[in-house]
């Protein structure tokens, strides 16, 4: 099960650190991401981190603002947002990858959402 939390409500050029805690895991995934979605729009990637090795994978829109982690003895997952935007308003989900393939795509388990919301 994962459950995300940490959204809010922040003015443009300030941060948000949601975070996703996995429980009940009894293996470790391959990689867990970040999507976001705002009204009216599609789903889209943010980011994502390979569980065991920490490499990490971006969209271009957050490259340099956005960096995600994870505590693995925790099984958390962070995403530390700086330099906010108000094209970055939307729900935020967390999703676990057991196998190895594509980061921004084939995830196996989605959390409920976060809401972050950048006012301008």
């Known amino acids: 099960q994962l459950q995300a939390s940490g959204g809010g409500l922040v003015q443009a050029g300030g941060s948000l650190r949601p975070s996703c805690l996995a429980s009940g895991r009894t293996f470790s995934p391959y990689a867990m991401g970040w999507f976001r979605q705002a009204p009216g729009k599609e789903r889209e990637f943010v980011a994502a981190?390979?569980?065991?090795?920490?490499?990490?994978y971006y969209t271009d829109s957050v490259k340099g603002r956005f960096t995600t982690s994870r505590d693995n003895a925790k099984n958390t997952l962070y995403l530390q947002m700086n330099s906010l935007k108000p094209e970055d308003t939307a729900n935020y989900y967390c999703a676990e990858k057991i196998r190895s393939g594509p980061l921004r795509s084939s995830y196996d388990s989605w959390g409920q959402g976060t809401q972050v919301t950048v006012s301008s």
């Open positions: 981190i390979t569980w065991r090795t920490g490499i990490t």
